[in-house]
Structures are given as structure tokens and as C-alpha cells.
């Protein structure tokens, strides 16, 4: 396994270990020890599995009260990933990294909690598959301007779909410190 840091402490690129042979592949896309071997302390507590199309963008998204963090991989197709640290008082708020994920390249992004995440279809279809430290929380949920200018994601692309609530959230600077998740170092 790779562990690949990015820009932002604590989101890292994960390159699990692929045996290939002329049947196909084997992969683990989560084994707690060895990623304890690897210095990722995580419990996840619930999966999720969403199918999109090209052009979708679904994001910013985050919990306030109940933040998590996120292991996610494109299981089939590929998608540009993204995540922002939006904490208060975060040398890094507002600042955002992304790489692109796909079933091909199987790479796997770790988010830590209090950072929001949205991810766009580049393929025509994709399976987008990820692990959550908490559990979904509707009324504690949370959502970034995918286009907030402040932000300035460079999105591959321009003209996404997105659903409708999605592009009501508000900038991130139109958000009170309180509808954000808590600054209190990596977790």
C-alpha cells in the first residue's frame, strides 16, 4: 500500500495493493490493521454506494455537529474528488485539493472530519463508494456553493448537474462559524 500526501494535512491518496492475474484483480479496499500500520486510526461505522452520470456534480457536502471522515474510491468509471477544510480557525480554511478517482487507477482519498466533500462524473457512468466515521445525519448536514469563487475548485466540469439543493448552499463565507464543523486538529 502508498500513502500519498496532498496539500491539505491529513487528506491523503491511498494506492491499495492490486494482485492481477488473467482471471481479473484482488484488492483490499479496507483492513483496519494494515491501515493502522500505516498511520490511519479510523473507525467507520457506515458504507455507501451512489451511481451517477456524466456531468454530476454532487458536493459540497459535510456534517457540523457529527463530522466525518470519509474513505471513498470510484469503484467503476471516474470521477475528480474534492475535499475543503472548512474549519474555523484551520491554517488551512477555505483551501481545497482534489484528484481524480477511478476504477482503473483504484486509488482510494481519505478526508478527515471537518472538511466538506463533492465529487463530478467524468465517465459516463460511475460507482462511487465510500466509508463514513459517523452515520448520516439529515438534520445535521451541511453544504458548501460547489462554485464558491473564494474557494476557486477548478471543477473539469463547467456545466455539471446538480440537484437542487445543492445549488442553494451558500459560500463559505456566508456561513456562520457555528454551522461549521469544529477546529480542533486532525482526527
Known sequence: MNIISTSLEGVLIIEPD???????FFMETWNQRRYEKSGIYQDFVQD???????????????QIKHPQAKLVQAVSGEIYDVAVDIRPGSPAFGQWTGVYLSGENKRQLLIPK??????CVLSETALFMYKCSDFYMPEDEGGIL????????????TNPIIS?????NPVLSDCPKEKLPFYGGIK
Not at 18 to 24: E, I, L, T
Not at 48 to 62: A, E, I, M
Not at 146 to 157: M, Q, T
Open 48 to 62: 455507501n454506494l451512489s451511481f451517477s452520470v456524466k456531468g454530476t456534480l454532487r458536493g459540497l457536502h459535510y
Open 18 to 24: 492490486v494482485f492481477k492475474d488473467q482471471r481479473g
Open 164 to 168: 437542487e439543493k445543492d445549488t442553494k
Open 146 to 157: 460547489w462554485s464558491d469563487p473564494e474557494i476557486g475548485i477548478k471543477w473539469p466540469e
Open 114 to 119: 471537518g472538511f466538506a466533500h463533492g465529487f
